[in-house]
């Protein structure tokens, strides 16, 4: 894999705008070389970056295929749904995305029973390939380095097959989730991160500058013939020795 990409920008809104026009430039391309775009999504920061660029872009939305990175096994009523989240802003009151485009988790069924069907359902839309390639995966890191509901020191880490695992101890609450784990993540064509604020500037220095130790679950993305961006704002890039790279 190439060196990752770091854009370190003014502000929040200057790192929310730059993620909408790099989804929107991915989409576009994807679409006119495949005739489909496949996206994974993150919830926590992640859903406030794209939910206010991304709806007034020019794109073909009828083309989009929309998963989660991964996903809180609560009811879709529950404020923590990230589906719900975005599909208040991308699909409902005439929003731009058809709601069919848009996979959820089943949160009826229990969470492995879930993961499992999620896993069903990425294979059946990626048409019976073993290992799903997804165009672009957009991710957040949490403040202990974790991605996606990969988190410091658990045995999700150490998974090579599976491309989609159900958890029940997530340190962060709530417990139950739905993950995708590294063969798919790092299988992908792009994967973005997008993190802002100083609270995040040790846990960005640590993943992109690490002096070794045991990698962190963020530092783990390494797409294997894909392309790696970092989107930060100055805050979260303050500890950083490389400002930029581009
Ligand atoms: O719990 C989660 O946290 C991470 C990071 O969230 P952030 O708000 O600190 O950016 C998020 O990417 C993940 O999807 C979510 O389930």
Redesign the pocket.
């Known amino acids: 894999m190439a060196a990752p990409t770091i854009l370190v920008l003014e502000s929040e809104a200057d790192v929310s705008s730059k993620l909408c026009d790099l989804v929107i430039e991915k989409a576009n391309s994807a679409i006119e070389r495949d005739g489909k775009f496949t996206v994974g999504l ?5 859903a406030k970056f794209l939910c206010n660029g991304l709806p007034s872009r020019t794109t073909d939305w009828s083309k989009w295929r929309v998963f ?5 096994h609560v009811p879709f009523t529950d404020p923590e749904c ?1 589906y719900t989240i975005y599909k208040s802003k991308l699909v409902d009151n005439g929003g731009p995305l058809p709601g069919e485009n848009i996979f959820p988790i089943n949160p009826d069924l229990s969470v492995e029973d879930a993961a499992q069907a999620y896993k069903e359902k990425i294979l059946e839309v990626f048409g019976g390939v073993d290992l799903p390639k997804f165009h672009l995966l957009l ?5 202990d380095g ?4 990969l988190f410091p020191g658990h045995p999700l880490l150490q998974v090579t097959k599976d491309i989609i695992s159900p958890i029940s101890d ?1 340190p ?1 609450p709530p417990p139950k ?1 739905v993950t995708m784990t590294f063969p798919m993540i790092n299988n992908c064509e792009c994967a973005i991160f ?2 802002c604020g100083g609270g ?1 500037a040790e846990i960005v220095k640590r993943v992109l500058e690490s002096d070794g130790g045991e990698p962190l679950p963020a530092a783990r993305v390494k797409p294997t013939q894909g392309e790696l961006i970092w989107i930060l704002d100055k805050a979260a890039a303050s500890q950083l020795k490389a400002q930029s790279n581009i």
Request: glycine share 16%; hydrophobic share 20%; with cysteine.
């Open positions: 993150s919830g926590g920061s992640m989660f990175c991964d996903e809180r990230t991710l957040g890191m949490g403040p974790h991605t996606c509901s997530s962060k989730r997008a993190s995040k």
